[in-house]
């Protein structure tokens, strides 16, 4: 039996191996990661699936956005599952919660950077995202988004820049 909840602190370290896992240890290089830098994501946005035992076998996590001329936005990613459970719709499950809970608190657009036939059956589709950009390099046939609220990506052009809330300075001790 999964669960899907809203991520806790206490999910970080074993979210942060599975990512490590997933996207290998240049997943901090890629574009959407730029948009991410310094950020939290998005608030009441974040999940992690968890077994019957309480570990986490999912994570999926959106941030705020600004996407040229369309206004605010969300980024979703990443989107990651436990090896051992892909195949058995958890990751289904994450991007339906997430979308939901998404439409819920009123955002109009999810925008992501992933593979083209597993978001389609979503939603997402590159057509919409035609005339926007990303602050660096991105398959063109990657860059995906889906509207929440029907036309909020009519006519949407320009740069997607990351905003939201700024992750709290560490004080390190000297």
């Keep these: 039996m999964i669960q899907i909840r809203t991520e806790t602190a206490a999910d970080v370290a074993a979210r942060e191996r599975l990512l490590d896992r997933a996207f290998g240890k240049s997943r901090r290089r890629k574009t959407s990661e730029r948009l991410r830098e310094g950020r939290q994501p998005s608030e009441s946005l974040a999940f992690t699936a968890v077994d019957e035992r309480g ?22 990613g990443p989107l990651a599952v436990e090896c051992k459970h892909q195949g058995k719709g958890i990751g289904a499950a994450l991007m339906r919660h997430a979308m939901a809970q998404a439409k819920e608190l009123g955002h109009a657009v999810i925008i992501l950077v992933g593979d083209a036939p597993y978001y389609a059956r979503f939603g997402f589709s590159g057509a919409l995202m035609a005339d926007l950009h990303l602050p660096g390099p991105v398959d ?35």
């Design 140 to 174: 063109r046939a990657r860059f995906l988004g889906i509207e929440l609220i029907p036309g909020a990506l009519d006519g949407a052009e320009g740069l997607v820049a990351g905003c939201g809330r700024l992750k709290a300075l560490r004080q390190e001790a000297a």
């Design 55 to 76: 570990k986490l076998v999912g994570t999926l996590r959106l941030w705020d956005v600004v996407a040229g001329s369309a206004g605010p936005a969300l980024l979703l």
